[in-house]
Each structure stands twice: as structure tokens, then as C-alpha cells.
């Protein structure tokens, strides 16, 4: 077996054949072909099932495909680390950021970064699943996560600053007029929130028992922009980290009292690379704002 084998494997499970596979990594799809059957047969097992709509992995393929994954992750930080070391940075840097949080300052880092090492590749996933990002943590593909603290969070998590949550109100609110809206005033508004298993609906969720507020759910919603925007056509208010309100909807913004904010944390792969360590290091110069 080989890496090659590897991540043939990873290409037609993504692909669902061996001929759009062989396309995406420019190979002969004949040898392609060879290489699949002769990794199981080296396995003994059947990873892909093949049906009239393409293979699918089965169950046991599943699983070995997981470990593989991380062994080709494993491998290219391998290579990355071995070029750092020779004063080039290169391969693939894998980020996870929780919905909401950083959205100011992980542009920022990245840009930089990307000046630094410009042969470096990033890939990054806005996730506001908290359950997703455990999962693509446990699987060993993210080299680096950007969140809210929470009471799973590892005890060698960064802690980089706070973000501070605003209120968000349609246009010609009556609150508006205020500085800073209380929240016992949101009493009987109807409120645009996330995707139940989200980090921010979390926090809405507890910001509202803490002050005795009964949620009435307008609408759930899966990006920030999205519930921003809503509550600014009416539809109800929300709750959203200030770095995250899209340009243009400043003026129906206002902070809350008691003020609402959330530590943002960085959590990094074991036996860190150069990569992730630049990336934390530029994390931790971008402005992060102090609770009040």
C-alpha cells in the first residue's frame, strides 16, 4: 500500500468514479483503475460498492477511508514541516471557524500569512455546527480551529479575546433611539435565530433565560449576514457578535445591557506545525476588542 493509493481512494469516493478521479488528479484512469483493485486486494476487503449511479464506499471502506485521510493530512504536514525547515512553506493548511466568531480578524491573519507563504495553501470551513467541529476535529483534518469557549473546550485552547454581541433591529425600531437597547425591553419581540445545534443560538438561547425572556422564533437561519439582514426587513430582532454585521447595517445596531460577550478561542492540532503556529501568532496580533 501507498499514499498514492491513498488519496486514489479519497479521489473516487469524492468523485464517485474512477474516471472523473482520474480526471481530477490527471491521471490515466487505466491505472487508476489498476491501482483501486490492487489496494483491495492488498486490503482483502471491497471498499467501493458499485452501482448504476457510481461507486460508493461501503462500510468497511468507510472506515478505512477516515484513516486514510488522516494519513495523507499527516503526510503532507510531513512535507510542509521538512520545506519550512529549508526556509519554504508549502502544502495544504486546514481551518475551522464557529459562525460568528473572528469574522473581522481571521481575514486579517490569513492575508498575512499568505504574504508570508504564498506557496502555502488554505482551506477554511465556516462552521457553526459546535458538534461538526468536533467530528472534523476527531477525524485529524483541521489543523487549526477558531471558536467560542465552551465548557468542552481543551485546556491548551488560546484564548485571543472577546467578541461582543449586539442587537440587531428592523429599520424605524423604536429602540433605536436608545444607545443601548436592555434586553428586558426585547420582552414580546419575535427574534430571527440559528441553526439549533449552533454555537450562537446557544448563546441567544441563554442571553434570553438569563434576562426571563420567552423566545417567540420568527425564523431560523444558518449564516449571520442572512439574520442580519432579516431583522434589519423586520422580520424580528437578533442577536449577533459585532465583528460579524455586514457593511451597510451599522445604523440599526445597538449594544446590549447587561453586555453580552463570548471568549474566542484557538485550538490547534497536537505537535503543531510551523503553519499552524504562524497563523496563531498573527491570530493573536489582530485586534481583538476587551470586555467591557
Same mark, same amino acid.
Given at each position: ?18 474516471? *472523473? ?41 468507510? &472506515? ?44 486579517? &491573519? ?120 432579516? *431583522? ?26 447587561? &453586555? ?33
Amino acid at each position: 500500500m501507498s499514499l498514492r493509493q491513498f488519496e486514489y481512494a479519497l479521489a473516487v469516493a469524492e468523485q464517485g468514479s474512477v474516471t *472523473a478521479a482520474a480526471e481530477l488528479l490527471r491521471v490515466a484512469q487505466p491505472s487508476m483503475s489498476q491501482q483501486i483493485r490492487g489496494l483491495e486486494r492488498d486490503l482483502g476487503v471491497e471498499l467501493f460498492a458499485r452501482t448504476p449511479t457510481g461507486l460508493v464506499p461501503t462500510v468497511v471502506g468507510r &472506515a478505512f477511508l477516515r484513516e486514510a485521510e488522516a494519513a495523507v493530512n499527516a503526510a503532507r504536514r510531513a512535507r510542509a514541516t521538512a520545506r519550512a525547515g529549508a526556509g519554504e512553506l508549502t502544502g495544504e493548511l486546514v481551518v475551522a471557524a464557529q459562525m460568528g466568531f473572528g469574522t473581522r480578524q481571521l481575514p486579517g &491573519a490569513l492575508a498575512a500569512l499568505r504574504r508570508r507563504y504564498p506557496r502555502l495553501e488554505v482551506t477554511v470551513f465556516e462552521e457553526p455546527s459546535s458538534a461538526e467541529l468536533d467530528r472534523l476535529c476527531r477525524r485529524g483534518v483541521l489543523d487549526l480551529a477558531l471558536m467560542a469557549a465552551c465548557e468542552r473546550s481543551p485546556a491548551d485552547a488560546h484564548h485571543l479575546g472577546d467578541e461582543e454581541f449586539v442587537v440587531v433591529l428592523g429599520a424605524g425600531h423604536r429602540l433605536l433611539a436608545a444607545d443601548r437597547v436592555e434586553l428586558r425591553d426585547l420582552e414580546g419581540e419575535p427574534w430571527v435565530r440559528f441553526d439549533r445545534d449552533s454555537a450562537l443560538d446557544g448563546v441567544l438561547l441563554e442571553v434570553l433565560r438569563a434576562n426571563d425572556l420567552t423566545p417567540a422564533t420568527a425564523a431560523r437561519v444558518s449564516q449571520t449576514a442572512t439574520a442580519v439582514r432579516w *431583522a434589519a426587513n423586520g422580520l424580528g430582532v437578533t442577536l449577533v457578535p459585532a465583528s460579524a454585521v455586514p457593511h451597510g447595517h451599522e445604523h440599526l445596531v445597538r449594544p446590549v445591557s447587561p &453586555a453580552v460577550s463570548q471568549p474566542v478561542i484557538a485550538v490547534v492540532r497536537q505537535s503543531a506545525g510551523p503553519a499552524e503556529t504562524a497563523l496563531l501568532e498573527l491570530l493573536r496580533q489582530e485586534n481583538w476588542p476587551e470586555p467591557d
